[in-house]
């Protein structure tokens, strides 16, 4: 964790530790008596306050907001985040805090209320203060291009010259740079290696575009792409817990399925009274390693839909049913491919599975689109969930971005945070 992530979570438990400690002083009376405000009643709401909102804040990226976030976006992600905050304490106080439940309430809320107004003073004001990052950028790339927005002290498309190299010294050393930011396309130049390892013994923090791109964005740089990276970040093969973790899935898809039947059931008859066509269709999707397999879906389209071949999905879908738009909004048309994972066909996440009719195309475009086939594609995914429905070729690049992030950085913690995302996702 960053300072900056660190210090923001630190701030936010300490407001919620002091906000139930004077609430309890003030209103409850126990000012007499110190044990019981600290170990008494007050301990196990606060201690499920401070946990829920540091997992719930996390989740939805409350504590790093990029140089680039918008924060429409994240005034929208702390909304829901206090909804739910408030939703699972009240929910739990009055079975952990059985004195004056009225009063239990009204603590919760100040306490909310001082916590986002803390985050939003902090957003304003501090973190632009005492966390805005300098940078400079050497080199010319798409990928700084991109990071054009960042506003750099200085933007060194030409590299550096014998002359400029004890000026750029001087100009980090008066700014306090906090790093320089090199074009990939450098390091094939001797020349300019030589200076960037100068620049690593003098202790300057040295980072590559790409990776800069990587940690700001939270996707790959396409562009930057070598054979030396694929070797790198694909090549890992199936290891005893990830074996486990398959079969727990497949098992806990298979229950969930059993589970949901009845749902799926009044799903299908809805379907068949209100249009034409079978409740549930059957489409060939490309799984890993190229490998096709059988998707099963409740059928959101009307009947003819897909009569003139697979197509991009359009923002504004007439294809698409009065109840399809229900089912699409709430992903219950998905609820089939529970099957397809306990079949071990898909996973719970992955990248989204694509029909071999679009991958053709898709591929004399993105000539490394085949990558994202090395994960086993899912029913949720860091693409998913990070970006709309690939309505394009383009899309699918921008997708591809965030398929290969998620392939380079997979982990336990990732999934966990897709998952919390997408349920939030899905009850916003």
Same mark, same amino acid.
């Given at each position: 964790m960053k300072i900056r992530d +660190?210090? @923001?979570?630190? $701030?936010?438990?300490?407001?919620? =530790?002091?906000s139930f400690f004077t609430f309890a002083v003030? &209103? +409850?009376?126990?000012?007499?008596? *110190?044990?019981?405000i600290i170990f008494g009643g007050n301990l196990p709401l606060v201690a499920l306050a401070v946990a829920t909102w540091l997992i719930l804040g996390y989740t939805a990226e409350l504590y790093a %907001?990029?140089?680039?976030?918008?924060?429409?976006?994240?005034?929208?992600? /702390? =909304?829901?985040?206090?909804?739910i905050w408030l939703l699972i304490l009240f929910a739990s106080g009055n079975a952990l805090f059985l004195e004056a439940p009225g009063k239990t309430a009204a603590m919760l809320i100040v306490t909310l209320t001082l916590t986002v107004a803390t985050k939003i003073l902090w957003l304003e004001t501090g973190n632009k203060i005492f966390f805005k990052q300098k940078v400079i950028f050497l080199g010319a790339s798409p990928t700084l291009d991109a990071l054009g927005r960042l506003e750099p002290i200085a933007n060194l498309r030409n590299g550096?010259?014998?002359? @400029?190299? %004890?000026? @750029?010294? =001087? =100009?980090?050393?008066r700014e306090k740079i906090d790093a320089v930011i090199v074009a990939d396309n450098l390091t094939q130049d001797a020349r300019a290696m030589n200076q960037i390892i100068d620049f690593i013994v003098a202790s300057r923090h040295i980072i590559s575009a790409s990776d800069f791109y990587e940690s700001i964005f939270q996707k790959i740089a396409v562009d930057e792409i070598s054979p030396d990276w694929i070797l790198k970040n694909t090549a890992r093969g199936e290891t005893f817990i990830t074996r486990v973790c398959g079969l727990i899935s497949r098992l806990l898809a298979l229950i969930i399925f059993i589970l949901l039947l009845p749902l799926i059931a009044l799903i299908s008859l809805a379907i068949i009274f209100t249009s034409p066509g %079978?409740? &549930?269709?059957?489409? *060939?999707?490309v799984g890993r390693f190229g490998k096709t397999f059988i998707l099963q879906k409740s059928p959101s389209m009307r009947a003819d839909a897909g009569r003139a071949g697979a197509q991009w999905a359009a923002e504004i879908d007439t294809r698409v049913t009065p109840l399809g738009r229900l089912l699409r909004a709430t992903h219950l048309d998905? /609820?089939?491919?529970?099957w397809n994972i306990a079949m071990g066909e898909l996973a719970f996440i992955g990248p989204r599975p694509e029909r071999p009719e679009l991958i053709g195309p898709i591929k004399k475009?993105?000539? @490394? &689109?085949? $990558?994202?086939?090395?994960?086993? %594609?899912?029913?949720t995914g860091w693409a998913q969930i990070n970006y709309h429905y690939g309505r394009s070729v383009d899309d699918a690049r921008e997708k591809l971005a965030y398929d290969l992030y998620y392939l380079k950085n997979h982990s336990i913690w990732l999934d966990l945070k897709i998952l919390l995302r997408t349920a939030k996702h899905f009850i916003a």
């Open positions: +660190f210090t @923001l979570a630190a $701030l936010d438990s300490l407001v919620i =530790i002091a003030i &209103f +409850f009376n126990y000012a007499s008596d *110190t044990y019981k %907001p990029r140089p680039f976030t918008n924060y429409l976006e994240f005034k929208k992600n /702390l =909304i829901i985040t206090s909804a550096l010259s014998d002359e @400029l190299y %004890p000026r @750029l010294n =001087i =100009i980090i050393e %079978p409740a &549930f269709i059957h489409q *060939t999707r998905e /609820l089939p491919q529970l475009t993105v000539p @490394l &689109f085949d $990558l994202r086939l090395l994960a086993k %594609p899912g029913l």
